[in-house]
């Protein structure tokens, strides 16, 4: 069984850092198209960043130079680290993985305070 855990969320002032992970379960992440979307209250879940089997990365233009998606093939983990954040990265942040079938996680909460 599929299952992706993300964990990292909290809550910090606006120009801090968090690390946001996402554990896998029951398939490897490596070489998989895996993605971070976001969802802020009121709005439409959206894309954050992406990396893609052949280690490509893509960044949404609000993140782009301040969050950096990787993967560790040890703990079978994608990481997104958000770096100067701002108070509109606010919201519920869910990992993806595509393998055919679209797997989400359950979501982890980033409240960014001015």
């Known amino acids: 069984q599929v299952q992706l855990v993300e964990s990292g969320g909290g809550l910090v002032q606006a120009g801090g850092s968090l690390r946001l992970s996402c554990a896998g379960t029951?398939?490897?992440?490596?070489?998989?198209?895996m993605a971070w979307y976001r969802q802020a209250p009121g709005k439409q879940r959206e894309f954050v960043a992406r990396?893609?089997?052949?280690?490509?990365?893509d960044y949404a233009d609000s993140v782009k130079g301040r969050f950096t998606i990787s993967t560790e093939r040890a703990k079978n983990t994608m990481y997104l680290q958000m770096d100067n954040l701002k108070p509109e990265d606010t919201g519920v942040y869910y990992c993806?993985?595509?393998?055919?079938?679209?797997?989400w996680g359950q979501g982890t909460q980033v409240t960014v305070s001015s």
């Open positions: 993806k993985l595509v393998v055919g079938y679209t797997y």
């Open positions: 990396v893609s089997p052949n280690s490509s990365t």
């Open positions: 029951g398939i490897t992440l490596m070489r998989q198209y």
